[in-house]
């Protein structure tokens, strides 16, 4: 967990300021500590994945980072004020999402975040799994306390996929694309899922925590075969292989200044800025869910998060919540026979 640098933070931090290898002795005498306590959290440090040399008897020098996503290697880069600044890092874990909520109802602060290495048992949308290789994606999970109605809650789920986009857009160097409501896409295939859980009263949220897992450094072969259709990874999409603490920082910097926005203006504007990312405006689609089925050209999103769409004869509806398959449309009479499978 981050806060207060570790013993070995404070290490890790003058073998990186160094222009050269650190005595043992320099770093006990800096630190007020002995030297087989500076041995002991050195191998730490090299167990955590850092390369760090040992030129006896110049001392210790950091050749490598660490490629984990560990919450020093995080902060170096972050920008916020409150996401991220808290992190706990599990080696392996169930459900970043499942310990979250568990830290919430145990208080923890608006901006604290769970991330692994591994989830064994990774949820998306609908208790449906999430693919979850280890050391190579993002699985974290944010924890919030927004002062909203609970009926407002689910339109996190839009800013974090805004913020996913950006974040996925300044590393990949291509635009991905957004499907409502909460998958993130290069090209084709999904490179991003979104799982948001609320705790609530009658009147007020006490806990929301939003969860973006995000295909990373996955090559494409390592995808089984029954994804390989419909999901894809930055590398396996563009060639590029990703800093994930650099990529982590910077979700976490789009999320709060989104998430800021929408504290105090709501969707507004970021209605404009997720429409232009999204994939199925002006594409007829039907949409699934709470025991309907919708059908309609999409228009966008409106105030509330909703997914517009315009019927058939030019009624105007409203999907709420759902599952949205892509149609092909053939032109009939009074408006649209869809056919087709979802994307």
Request: aromatic share 6%.
């Amino acid at each position: 967990m981050s806060g207060e640098p570790s013993t070995a933070e404070r290490i890790l931090r003058i073998l990186r300021d160094a222009a050269g290898p650190v005595s043992g002795p320099d770093i006990a005498r800096r630190l007020s500590i002995s030297r087989a306590a500076v041995r002991k959290h050195v191998r730490a440090l090299v167990a955590d994945g850092y390369r760090i040399g040992s030129e006896n008897p110049a001392g210790y020098r950091l050749e490598a980072p660490s490629t984990r996503l560990l919450p020093a290697e995080i902060a170096r880069h972050l920008t916020t004020k409150r996401i991220g600044r808290i992190i706990h890092h599990f080696d392996s874990i169930d459900s970043t999402n499942r310990h979250a909520m568990d830290l919430a109802r145990r208080g923890a602060g608006e901006g604290e975040v769970v991330v692994a290495e591994v989830q064994t048992a990774g949820r998306g949308r609908l208790g449906r799994s999430f693919f979850s290789p280890e050391g190579v994606s993002f699985y974290g999970s944010i924890i919030l306390r927004p002062d909203i109605p609970p009926a407002r809650a689910p339109q996190i789920t839009l800013l974090a996929g805004l913020a996913v986009a950006e974040a996925v857009e300044k590393h990949a160097g291509i635009r991905p694309g957004l499907k409502w409501p909460n998958d993130v896409r290069l090209g084709p295939r999904k490179v991003a899922g979104i799982l948001t859980e609320m705790e609530s009263e009658a009147d007020r949220v006490l806990h929301v925590v939003c969860g973006p897992g995000i295909n990373l450094n996955v090559p494409a072969a390592e995808f089984p075969p029954e994804l390989r259709a419909i999901a894809t990874s930055i590398l396996a999409a563009t060639g590029r292989s990703v800093d994930r603490a650099a990529f982590a920082a910077d979700l976490f910097g789009s999320f709060e200044r989104l998430y800021d926005e929408f504290l105090s203006r709501g969707l507004g504007r970021l209605r404009e800025h997720w429409d232009a990312y999204s994939v199925l405006n002006g594409e007829w689609v039907s949409v699934e869910g709470a025991g309907e089925t919708l059908e309609g050209r999409v228009l966008g999103i409106d105030e509330e998060g909703a997914l517009r769409l315009e019927g058939r004869q030019g009624r105007l509806v409203r999907a709420i919540a759902g599952d949205v398959t892509l149609k092909k449309e053939e032109a009939t009479g009074y408006g649209l026979r869809a056919t087709g499978k979802k994307p």
